[in-house]
């Protein structure tokens, strides 16, 4: 290193930082997308062909997560009910 | 017993072929029988680095398909009469190894060598399954580079999924991190991952660290594995590592940035 590098390598500091930063949500993901038991993705399409038969909603609305916390896993379902107004306006 | 150790890393060009090379070279000089496989099927180099291309008569694929015997393919070391060497073949047949007939060659190795050293093609394809399948222990190769570590991260998680072990259910392979091509001057102006960094992300244990040097191109411009060059901090490394390997306490070397002179630091290097 020489006392011309030193005006020239403030600009570059930091970059690892920012690149460990990228590589720990990108691996978190991938993990993630990994982590799910063989049996999840059949497991959500025959979900939603129950849940499509009795209330009429989109495959876009229905969400199937599964997640790890500690020891225990959680499957999360959330569905968004059509809103029930223009059900009630179609009855009357 | 012996231990089948499969060097991998996912991307290429990080030093899979000259770890592979100076692993199992110090291995062999420690007196244990050592053999170290070239998986990279249609393009071999590890000959080169090895320095026994010219001797190259028969190759892994030949064996597999029974055109040799393993005693016909096996090259011996110019140098070291532990050491052996199974060159890949140039075949452009990618499908040339299976499961089974890779398996059969690995078992009879297994009756006649302490370390079998299996230097993996880059990639994730057929070609690093097969030469990590039937692995007791892995070598990953990273570079503190941001491509390198997520190709090793999903190395592991081919060794903890798709592994003969894995598979089995038996105790997982046991895996070590060489971090390689480090610079601890940049690592120290913030512009390289620090070991620190790559052990969190990766999580898991390292046992050596090769520094940035010129020695290794000069060693496989030779075709003498860098470990054997006892002057260069490249070398060095690779020796702490295998020590390290077979159990023994040594600490890491070459992480600090080496103190300059005076008029070196005024006027550059």
Redesign the interface.
Same mark, same amino acid.
């Given at each position: 290193?020489?006392?011309?590098?030193y005006f020239r390598?403030k600009t570059?500091?930091?970059?690892?930082?920012v690149?460990?930063e990228?590589?720990?949500i990108?691996?978190a993901h991938?993990?993630r997308a990994?982590r799910g038991p063989d049996y999840l993705p059949a497991l959500k399409r025959e979900l939603m062909e129950v849940i499509t038969k009795y209330v009429q909603v989109s495959r876009d609305d229905i969400k199937v997560n599964l997640e790890r916390h500690g020891d225990c896993e959680i499957l999360e379902l959330n569905i968004a009910l059509p809103e029930e107004k223009e059900e009630t306006a179609a009855a009357n | 017993m012996s231990k089948v150790i499969v060097v991998t890393s996912g991307k290429g060009g990080v030093g899979k072929t000259t770890t592979s090379a100076s692993f199992a070279a110090g291995l062999a000089s420690r007196g244990h029988r050592t053999v170290v496989i070239d998986f990279d099927i249609g393009l071999r180099n590890l000959d080169l680095v090895m320095g026994c291309e010219r001797r190259v008569v028969y190759d892994f694929v030949n064996v597999i398909n029974e055109e040799a015997s393993l005693k016909q393919a096996l090259i011996r070391d110019k140098v070291d009469n532990n050491l052996y060497i199974l060159p890949a073949s140039q075949t452009r047949d990618k499908d040339a190894l299976t499961q089974d007939k890779v398996g059969k060659v690995i078992g009879e190795l297994r009756e006649s060598f302490d370390y079998i050293v299996c230097d993996s093609p880059a990639g994730i394809e057929k070609g690093a399954l097969m030469a990590l399948f039937y692995a007791d222990e892995a070598l990953v190769v990273t570079n503190p580079?941001?491509s390198s570590? $997520?190709d090793s991260? $999903?190395i592991l998680?081919m060794l903890a999924a798709k592994s003969l072990r894995a598979i089995e259910g038996d105790e997982p392979i046991k895996e070590h991190l060489v971090v390689s091509r480090y610079s601890p001057?940049r690592?120290q102006?913030?512009?390289?991952?620090?070991l620190d960094?790559i052990q969190e992300?990766l999580g898991i244990n390292l046992i050596g660290v090769i520094p940035e040097s010129e020695e290794v191109l000069q060693a496989s411009n030779s075709g003498v594995p860098v470990i054997r060059d006892e002057r260069s901090k490249s070398g060095q490394a690779y020796q702490d590592m295998v020590a390290r390997f077979l159990g023994e306490d040594v600490p890491m070397r070459f992480l600090e940035v080496e103190k300059?002179g005076f008029f070196s $630091?005024?006027?550059?290097?």
């Open positions: 290193m020489s006392i011309f590098d390598r570059a500091k930091g970059s690892a930082a690149a460990k990228r590589l720990h990108v691996m991938e993990h990994k | 580079e941001i570590v $997520r991260d $999903r998680g001057e690592v102006m913030g512009e390289m991952l620090s960094d992300l300059k $630091r005024i006027f550059g290097a």
